[in-house]
């Protein structure tokens, strides 16, 4: 478990990196947790300024782990996925995210929640929830309309519609776009620097007025929405297009280990 998530600490700046390349990053109940813990600790570390999500230079993560969650879906609100996504709406300190290759469902929601989002080229966004007959969740049907504006946020909710990394930046989910993931980690670094060599108590204050006028509704809307998964995972419809995936990622990795 120790090491599904990497932690460097380097000059105030905490970088924590999804470590399960074998899955490309796709999160399971255990990572949802260490996850939780890792950020609710440097929020209360005096020693962590700023930190940096990052999945690597591959994948930042394809989303949540099929099998896990159908072997051990969210049952209740105290779920792991719904910790962390507790912890992250009431993070005191800045959150940078370096996003290289895919970032699937709960991977692209979380971005919403961070204060600067880096992208490269080849970053994939995509929110594939009706695809699974699920529903949006992390509060995205509240912030993405306000981010982007309704229509392209029903592309990307309603069609599952995916973002490379220029497209997410247009639209207004990245700031900035790289050719490589080392570009873009070096760029965050450089961000997270300069956020250190700030106030801080000011800094800490401006960011909480930021979030501030749309806390309340988003806690709502994240209830309501966590609410609704849970029911959909319950429904033969989602039972049936997850079991669908799961059986063809299995024939395509079969497939591929028959021919090498």
């Not at 990052?54 to 719904?82: K, Q, R, Y």
């Not at 490589?180 to 800490?204: F, Y």
Request: charged share 20%; glycine share 6%; net charge neutral.
């Amino acid at each position: 478990m120790n090491d599904l998530i990497k932690q460097h600490r380097d000059d105030g700046v905490l970088t924590l990196t999804f470590n399960r390349p074998d899955k490309l990053n796709a999160l399971n109940n255990a990572m949802y947790l260490q996850l939780a813990n890792l950020l609710q600790s440097a929020d209360e570390d005096a020693g962590v300024g700023v930190i940096i999500l990052t999945g690597g230079d591959l994948c930042f993560t394809s989303g949540n782990d099929l099998v896990d969650f159908l072997e051990h879906p969210p049952t209740e609100l105290c779920s792991p996925a719904f910790q962390l996504m507790h912890v992250v709406i009431h993070l005191k300190k800045p959150l940078i995210a370096v996003v290289c290759g895919p970032a699937i469902g709960i991977g692209t929601t979380l971005l919403m929640h961070c204060d600067q989002v880096l992208v490269t080229q080849n970053a994939k966004l995509r929110m594939p929830f009706v695809n699974l007959a699920l529903c949006p969740e992390f509060g995205a049907s509240l912030l993405l309309p306000r981010l982007i504006g309704h229509a392209r946020a029903a592309r990307l909710l309603l069609w599952g519609d995916s973002l490379n990394g220029a497209a997410a930046v247009v639209c207004g989910l990245a700031n900035e776009v790289f050719d490589d993931g080392t570009q873009c980690l070096a760029a965050a670094r450089h961000l997270a620097l300069r956020l250190l060599a700030m106030p801080q108590e000011s800094l800490r204050l401006t960011r909480q007025l930021l979030k501030q006028p749309l806390m309340a509704e988003l806690q709502a809307t994240i209830r309501r929405e966590n609410l609704m998964f849970i029911d959909r995972l319950k429904s033969q419809e989602a039972q049936t297009a997850l079991k669908a995936i799961i059986s063809r990622s299995y024939e395509n990795s079969t497939s591929r280990g028959a021919q090498s």
